[in-house]
C-alpha cells in the first residue's frame, strides 16, 4: 500500500523564527511574502520574495534563504496528490499574487490564534486554488535597487521636518509615483506609513529614555502631544 501522504500544513517565516534555511521536505512548499524582503536561492538562482509575491518550491530542492530584518512569510506546505497536481507547473517561478489572494494573506496574518483543522484544510485549499491567478514576473529585473535601510537613516534624520513622498523619492531617485509602487510592492506599506512608522518608533524611543512626551512629539514631528498620544493608543506595540 502506498503511504498516505502527510497532511498540508501553513506557518509563519520571520526574522524572528528563520535560522537561514528552509526545513528540508518532502512537500512542495510555497512561500506567501507578507512584508518586508526573502531572498531565497534554488539552483543557483536568486528569488526575492516580497509583499504581494510568492515563490514556489518543489521537493528535495537544495535551497538557502535570507530573510531581511523586519520580513514575514507565509509558507504552505503539502505533499497532497491534488496540490502536487496544481503546484508542479509553477514550480520554481516567482509570481505575483492576485489582490484577492494579498488580502487572504493578511487576513492570515492577523490571526491572533490557530485555526481549527477543518478551517485550516479550508484556508490551504484556497491559497492552493489562488496560484491560478497569480501572474508570472517578466524579465531580468533591470530597475535599481532601494537601500531601505540607507532611507529609513535619511528619514530618522528628518523626522522634525514635513516629508513628503516626493522627498523620499528624490533620497532614491524615482518619481514619487514609482517609489509609491516600490513601496508598497517591497515593504507592504505607503511611503507616508514608513514615514509615520519610523517617526512614532522614534518617539517611542524617546519616552522610553525619560524625555516628556510634548518634547517628544515636538522632535519627531508631531503637531501637538495630544497627536503622538493618540498615535501611541493606535499603535501601543510599535517598534
Known sequence: MSPVPP?????????????????????????????????????????????????VIPPGEQRRCTVRAGAACLVLRSGEAAHRAALAPLAGQLRSVHASTAHLMRYLASR?????????????ELLVASLAASLPLGGP??????????????????????LAVADLAAQVHLSAPQFALRCRAELGVSPMALVRRRRLAAARRC??????????????????????????RREPLAA
Open 7 to 55: 497532511p498540508a500544513s501553513i506557518s509563519m517565516l520571520s526574522s524572528c523564527t528563520a535560522d537561514g534555511t528552509l526545513p528540508a521536505s518532502d512537500h512542495f512548499q510555497v512561500v506567501f511574502g507578507l512584508q518586508g524582503r526573502l531572498e531565497l536561492v534554488l539552483k543557483g538562482r536568486r528569488h526575492a520574495v516580497q509583499a504581494g509575491r510568492v515563490l
Open 112 to 124: 491572533r490564534h490557530a485555526d481549527d483543522a477543518a478551517s485550516q484544510a479550508a484556508t490551504i
Open 207 to 232: 519616552i522610553d529614555a525619560g524625555m516628556p512626551v510634548y518634547q517628544a512629539a515636538l522632535e519627531c514631528g508631531y503637531q501637538s502631544p495630544s497627536a503622538l498620544t493618540a498615535a501611541l
Open 141 to 162: 529585473r533591470l530597475r535599481r535597487s532601494i537601500d531601505w535601510e540607507a532611507l529609513d537613516r535619511w528619514v530618522d534624520e528628518r523626522l522634525d521636518e514635513p
